[in-house]
Structure formats: C-alpha cells, structure tokens
C-alpha cells in the first residue's frame, strides 16, 4: 500500500467491511513478519458507547483481530489510556472492545497504569508511556469527529492516548496544536482504520453523532486528517496541527492527488438514520428521499460550517434534495449525482462535506 493510497468501504456490517478493506489492501503484506508485535490503539477516551460518536465501534478491532489471526500473527496486542478524568478500565468495557479482546485472547494494556519516558520529539520534549514505543508495527483506530478546541480530531491527536494524564494536561497549557504535531515524530502509525462511521458533529465526547457507516484505511496519519477535514466541511489548512504536521515531514496534506479506492460504490444506500440534537435542526433544511449515509451525513457537517458563518438564517426548510429517490426528476438545489437533473446540483458519490459548503454559498 502506498503513502498516497485511501481506501473506503460503506456499510452496517462493520466488522466484516474491515475484514474486506484490509484484505484489498492486504494489510498482512505491509506488516510483513507474522513475529511482529502488532499493537491496536483504539480512541476510548470516556465511558462512551460509540453509537454517541465519541469512541471506536469495537467491531473495527474485532475485524482486525479477526484478520490478523487469520494471517498468522499471534503477538498482538490493544493499549489506550483514556483521557484525564476518565478509567480506561471503565471506558474499554463500556465501549465492548474489552470484551473483543477477551474472546480474541488478546491482552489490553491499559497506560494509565504504565510507566512514561521523555522523548525528543522535533526539538520538542515529550514524555510517551514506555509501553507506548514497544509494537513493531502500530494500528491506530481513531474515529472521525468534530473537536471543540482542534476543530477536528482523526489519527494524529489520537496518539494522545500514548501519552501519561501529566503531559495531556500541559498539552492543553501549550495549546494543543503544536504538541500533537510534535508527538507524532515519535509515535509512528504505520496503519490507520479511521471509523468513519457516526463521529460527532463538533464535540470530542460525542452527543451529536453524524451517520456516515463508513471505514477509511490509509497509511499517511496526515492525509487521513486532511481528508478527514474536507469530510467535514474544513479545508486542511484550517488545522492548525496538520500544517505543523506537514512541515515536520509527518506527512502530506494533498488530498488532491490522494489515490482514492471506494470499495462498495452504490451500496450503504438508505433512508437517513433518526437525529437529535443539533443535527435535527440542520436536518431541517435538507428534504431527502433514499439517500445514502456518507452522502447525507456530508451534507449535514456542510450545513453545519454555512451555520457557524450564519447563511442559515431565512433559509427556507426541506429546500436541500439529496438521495436516489430524485433520479430522472427536476428540482432547483440538489446534492449528489442522483440529483444531476436538477437545475443546481453538485457532483459526487458522495461529495466532500467542503465541497457541499462552497456549492452551498454560491447556489443556494
């Protein structure tokens, strides 16, 4: 697999779409030794059950479990250290990835309870619990979501779970930003399964989900965060930590020549799911029949940046067509390629949430 390659797949049956997406990439032949020690950082920050958009489903690590012992690798491993305030003890059996591990015989290491070490990161010092630096190769399942001080959170400040509950809190004292990107010259992701699949609108402790049902896998944490940025309606430079990220040679931010794989083009097609909260209200706008899940969830984090800029106020409601339902019919405002025979519509299946906003500001 390739530095520049993303690959999506689109469903309900979470474990078994991971088990696909990482046998079409074949993940086993970029791990390579079957005697590696292969760790799995999952993003369980609270006592959250995923379906609140906060943490990984737990079917993302039951899949790679799954896989990986297929392929013969039997030294694996799963750590997280949740975050201040928070037990892990509690937040990995809330979440079911404790009970994941214990049917996998797999041992969960939990690194509130480990040790730490200073490291140099870029110039920058560090502290990294010691467990933290063993895995030969690391898989990082961060979940894809809106953050209140970052703006978003994926890959790169999921690393943060690596780090002892005194060095989260300076992080926060130093703003976030430069220290995520600094930590991730020393913690190296050699993998990462991004649960793509409810991540909150804005909130790093969930609340108001967005259903996409979609898993993405890619190799460069920085372009999984700027991909995962235009998923929700930000261009990557409106990140502070991925153009730190970029300068340190993390990775790249170039989303436009990112080789994208869809494994599952036109399935994951349905009504959209029931919403609350802010969502509900976004909802208002759009007026949808048989729309897919990644598509209606893009539209719904691009009505929420139109909302932070206010271009919402007078907007008429259900004045947004999205899904199949509208194929072959006229209409005036439509998101998605089922609705090309609109007179305004934006292409794509489905379009980035920051190419809805733009169309948006322009169109509607």
Known sequence: MEQNEIYMIRGTDYKQMTIQLLEELDLARDIGDRKKLVGIKPNLLSASHPSEGATTHPQLVDGLLTYLKRQGFSRLVALESSWVGAETSQSVRVNGTWDVCQRHRVPFWDLKQDASVVCDAAGMKIRVCKKALEPDYLINVPVVKGHCQTTIT???????????????????????????????????????????????????????????????????????????????????????????????????????????????????????????????????????????????????????????????????????????????????????????????????????????????????
């Not at 220290?179 to 699949?197: E, K, S």
């Not at 259903?211 to 940025?229: E, H, Q, T, W, Y």
């Not at 300068?247 to 609350?276: F, H, N, W, Y």
């Not at 934006?346 to 948006?360: H, T, Y």
């Open 154 to 364: 994926c890959a790169l400040k999921n690393a943060k779970g690596l780090i002892p509950d005194s060095e989260k809190r300076r992080f926060h004292t130093l703003g976030l930003h430069k220290p995520i990107a600094h930590l991730n010259t020393v913690i190296h992701q050699d993998f990462i399964l991004a649960d793509n699949i409810c991540g909150d609108l804005d909130f790093e402790e969930g609340g108001n989900p967005v259903v996409m049902n979609r898993i993405l896998g890619m190799k460069d944490p920085v372009l999984c965060d700027s991909f995962a940025a235009e998923i929700m309606g930000y261009r990557p430079d409106d990140v502070e930590y991925l153009t730190i990220a970029r300068k340190l040679g993390i990775g790249s931010t170039d989303t436009k020549e990112a080789k994208v794989t869809d494994l599952s083009p036109g399935v994951a097609q349905c009504d959209p799911p029931s919403v609350s909260g802010r969502v509900k209200e976004l909802a208002g706008y759009t007026a949808p029949k048989d729309a897919c899940s990644a598509c209606y969830g893009s539209l719904i984090y691009a009505l929420d940046r139109l909302r932070d800029e206010g271009r919402l106020r007078g907007k008429p409601p259900e004045s947004i067509a999205i899904g199949q339902g509208y194929r072959g019919a006229g209409g005036k405002t439509g998101v998605g390629q089922c609705t090309g025979c609109f007179d305004k519509y934006i292409p794509g299946c489905p379009p980035k949430a920051v190419d809805i906003a733009e169309f948006l500001r322009k169109e509607w």
